[in-house]
């Protein structure tokens, strides 16, 4: 009887997320190499090729596609059993700044949970402000956010670039100050200040047209032609579009994203690697 090695079977699932040996690597705190040693030590065991490897991709084989189903339910099967004997439930609290939690999200959090399918995941979406104010506090664990203050340490995990969306049918005359739609009314919200300043440097006049409560709304004013918003590119909701050479408006800085956390058990501390580590291959996809 073939009897399957846990960190094997794991190893295997994070190459097939990340498509990756690297990521999968960083992920799992190991190296490449070692990773490719339980790879190939799991394919002798099955005696099927898993992972197709090209110097330039990487790629399930027939096999090993559909194999990934099966190894999934052994991993959570596996954590199942080990958190019957935990002491207390692995709690994971993230928040992620509006113009971060792009359409991603959703992979993300799925790729924790077949990591770790017993941990729980409590997730918040707010203004960098908002989201450090509540690290400070201890209501959330980890952040991943815009780099605000360069003195506090944080680790850096990508880089987010902007524009200006408006709806297709948006309408303005250069001598009327520009209808803005910003997510906060905080003077020194980062998102805030990123727009104003530029169009002051650029001796454009503007207006406060529509305050957000979060993205969703921001994104809704911006569909309905309210006004002008700036979007990071990869959140910019269907049916709007990017303004800038049309209405001869500011090339807008981009905005370093940094991680901040608390102290972590080591069982979240695994988690959240596995969560940023993701995050980083899906912003470089």
């Not at 794991?10 to 790879?39: G, P, W, Y």
């Not at 910003?182 to 003077?187: A, D, K, P, T, V």
Request: hydrophobic share 45%; charged share 20%.
């Amino acid at each position: 009887m073939t009897t399957l090695d846990v960190d094997a079977v794991k190893a295997f699932v994070m190459v097939a997320d990340l498509q990756s040996f690297t990521r999968a690597a960083e992920a799992l705190a190991s190296t490449q190499a070692t990773i490719s040693v339980k790879l190939r030590r799991l394919e002798e065991k099955l005696g099927a090729r898993l992972i197709e490897r090209t110097p330039r991709r990487v790629r399930l084989s027939p096999r090993g596609a559909a194999f990934l189903p099966a190894a999934r339910d052994f991993i959570a099967a596996h954590e199942r059993a080990i958190a019957e004997f935990a002491s207390a439930p692995c709690r994971l609290s993230l928040g992620f700044v509006d113009h971060v939690a792009g359409p991603e999200l959703p992979a993300l959090l799925a790729q924790l949970n077949a990591h770790d399918p017993t941990l729980t995941l409590k997730v918040k979406i707010d203004t960098t402000t908002m989201l450090m104010a509540a690290l400070d506090e201890g209501g959330l664990d980890a952040v991943i956010v815009h780099n605000e203050d360069d003195r506090r340490p944080g680790t850096p995990l990508s880089a987010t670039h902007y524009g200006w969306y408006a709806s297709p049918g948006f309408e303005w005359r250069r001598e009327d100050p520009l209808p803005l739609a910003m997510l906060s009314m905080c003077e020194t919200c980062p998102d805030r200040l990123r727009s104003t300043e530029a169009l002051e440097q650029a001796g454009l006049a503007w207006s406060e047209t529509f305050v957000g409560g979060g993205g969703s709304a921001l994104n809704l004013a911006v569909s309905a032609g309210v006004a002008v918003a700036a979007l990071a590119h990869r959140v910019a909701p269907p049916g709007v579009i990017e303004v800038s050479a049309k209405l001869g408006l500011p090339p807008l800085p981009p905005s370093q994203i940094i991680l901040h956390c608390n102290a972590l058990s080591p069982r979240a501390r695994d988690a959240l690697r596995v969560l940023t580590t993701a995050f980083r291959e899906h912003r470089t996809s």
